[in-house]
């Protein structure tokens, strides 16, 4: 009973910037991890990086120090910042919360 939409995808040049969100709308009482992930075509899908309801937070290593995701719970919303895009961060952008609901994904193209 949690439903997840994600926004803020789009075309950028390499070594820009791009701010994903992802708001969650009805149980959000129950999440206890919301994790972003991508899909590349051809590829597996991927954990990017992931916050639990204590604030933890963690990322995979392609990503640190480049990445960076936070939450606003007053808008049940988390948001996954992402600073110098290298053309293999193009993939769909998804969110899941509890490892078992998911958004509709974001499309992110970074080109070079």
């Known amino acids: 009973q949690v439903q997840l939409v994600e926004s803020g995808g789009g075309l950028v040049q390499a070594g820009g910037s791009l701010r994903l969100s992802c708001a969650a709308s009805?149980?959000?009482?129950?999440?206890?991890?919301i994790g972003w992930y991508r899909q590349a075509p051809g590829k597996q899908r991927e954990l990017v990086a992931y916050?639990?309801?204590?604030?933890?937070?963690n990322y995979a290593d392609y990503v640190k120090g480049r990445f960076a995701i936070s939450r606003d719970n007053a808008k049940n919303t988390v948001y996954l910042q992402m600073n110098s895009l290298k053309p293999e961060d193009t993939a769909v952008y998804y969110c899941?919360?509890?490892?078992?609901?998911w958004g509709q994904g974001t499309q992110v193209t970074v080109s070079s």
């Open positions: 916050i639990n309801s204590r604030g933890s937070v």
């Open positions: 009805g149980s959000t009482f129950r999440i206890g991890v």
């Open positions: 899941c919360a509890d490892f078992h609901y």
